[in-house]
């Protein structure tokens, strides 16, 4: 319960008396309000949707939210519509025009709730003018091959799009905004279409032509970049042009609350623990590796810390994909990498997901690792290596019964991964 949206969202608003509302440190005085929207977007939206309508009842004017598909449920007073992920589909192009529309119903005298989560990117996607989804749909797959970070991917996906970036604010204004945030980036700041952006488009060039994406892009989408540089007018918005834009941002709930979690549920089974980071990027099957030489040195000489204990470790590791690839995601990567690693070992045993439920294109959230792994899968002739390189994943944790299947979880705060390392 410790990152489930819903319970956070009902932990951070609350009625002070009938017409006074309480966020946080702010109190809204309803009776001064004309209308209460809801908009937002992402995988862990709908919980709070939920309970954003079960709060503010029939004072509920409007509301629109785009989740992932199989991610919702049907509300009385919030449509929810269901997009593709993590490639941008026609719903979330329609969903997201609707979003603005509702926005810009909005005026001095309302007040909305913007509900920001992970997976917003993809499901609020409302490309620029002369930038079709296919050709959004295009740079979305280079960037996810190519083991581009998060937070690189955000910073090209804003500045092709009509609403991400700080534009959905604009749209907002007058009106006051609650920005409701689950962060799924380690930079662990809060983000989102109604959050000042301090990226640039030259940045956004400098990740394509960096991760040798530039010349494989769409000619649009390359024209407005440039066009970008030479024309200020058409940069996101930053701080400084927030002016009086009225925003409180709530960050309900990030990748080290995750790390906190599992650090309190190590000490209920009686276990010490450490948070090694909340903030590890870089090449899923390489940061598997690393964790499990950690865990090896605690089984071998006691250090970091002496066993029985947990390690914990938080963040976004990416996949670089090669010319052919199988099924799987950053979490099973992670996990199968570790494998490697700590084969023969009878003490150490290492799990990781994503807090989602679902990693990368597959419905598992992540796989669970042992030192009988590599010989359990020799006996299936499952050849681990092999699987890995070809970013098989799922096939290997599948067949040896190993893929940790959650569904959703109502919360979307990166991954997490934990070594457990007995006497």
């Known amino acids: 319960m410790s990152i489930d949206s819903y319970t956070k969202v009902k932990e951070a608003i609350r009625w002070e008396n009938d017409t006074t509302l309480r966020v946080v440190d702010m109190s809204y005085d309803l009776s001064a309000i004309d209308n209460v929207y809801v908009l937002g977007a992402g995988k862990a939206t709908f919980p709070i949707a939920r309970a954003l309508e079960e709060i503010m009842g029939s004072r509920l004017r409007q509301g629109l939210v785009i989740v992932k598909k199989g991610y919702g449920k ?67 797959k280079l960037l996810l091959q190519s083991g581009v970070t998060l937070y690189e991917t955000n910073t090209v996906r804003k500045h092709i799009s009509a609403v991400k970036g700080g534009k959905l604010a604009q749209c907002i204004h007058p009106a006051r905004i609650v920005n409701l945030i689950v962060i799924d980036e380690v930079e662990g700041v809060p983000w989102g279409p109604t959050v000042p952006d301090e990226t640039t488009f030259q940045d956004a060039i400098g990740v394509l032509k960096r991760h040798d994406i530039w010349n494989r892009t769409p000619q649009s989408i390359k024209r407005y970049l440039m066009r970008g540089i030479a024309n200020p007018a058409l940069e996101t918005p930053k701080q400084r042009d927030f002016g009086n834009i009225r925003v409180q941002n709530v960050v309900l709930a990030d990748n080290q609350t995750a790390c906190e979690a599992a650090r309190q549920g190590a000490a209920i089974l009686g276990l010490d623990s450490m948070i090694l980071s909340s903030q590890v990027e870089g090449e899923s099957r390489e940061a598997g590796i690393i964790l499990a030489c950690i865990a090896k040195n605690v089984e071998k000489i006691g250090e970091p810390m002496r066993p029985p204990c947990v390690l914990i470790m938080g963040g976004e590791t990416t996949v670089r994909l090669s010319k052919h690839w199988g099924l799987g995601g950053p979490s099973q990567e992670l996990a199968l990498g570790a494998s490697l690693k700590i084969a023969g070992s009878r003490r150490i045993t290492i799990a990781s997901l994503d807090t989602d439920g679902t990693d990368g294109p597959t419905s598992v959230a992540g796989g669970i690792v042992d030192g009988c792994t590599l010989k359990r899968a020799a006996k299936r002739n499952v050849d681990v290596f092999k699987n890995l390189m070809d970013h098989n994943s799922l096939k290997v944790l599948t067949q040896l019964n190993d893929a940790i299947v959650t569904g959703p979880t109502g919360t979307n705060v990166a991954d997490l991964t934990v070594a457990v390392i007995t006497q």
């Not at 509702?102 to 007040?111: G, N, S, T, V």
């Not at 509900?115 to 990117?121: E, F, L, M, N, V």
Request: aromatic share 2%; glycine share 8%; net charge neutral.
């Open 74 to 140: 049907k509300l009385k007073r919030i449509e929810v519509l269901e997009a593709g992920h993590p490639i941008p589909d026609e719903v979330a192009v329609q969903g997201s025009k609707r979003i603005v529309e509702i926005a810009r119903q909005a005026d001095e005298q309302d007040l909305v709730f913007c509900a920001i989560t992970g997976g917003a990117s993809s499901l609020m996607s409302l490309p620029v003018q002369g930038i079709s989804l296919r050709d959004k749909q295009r740079v979305t």
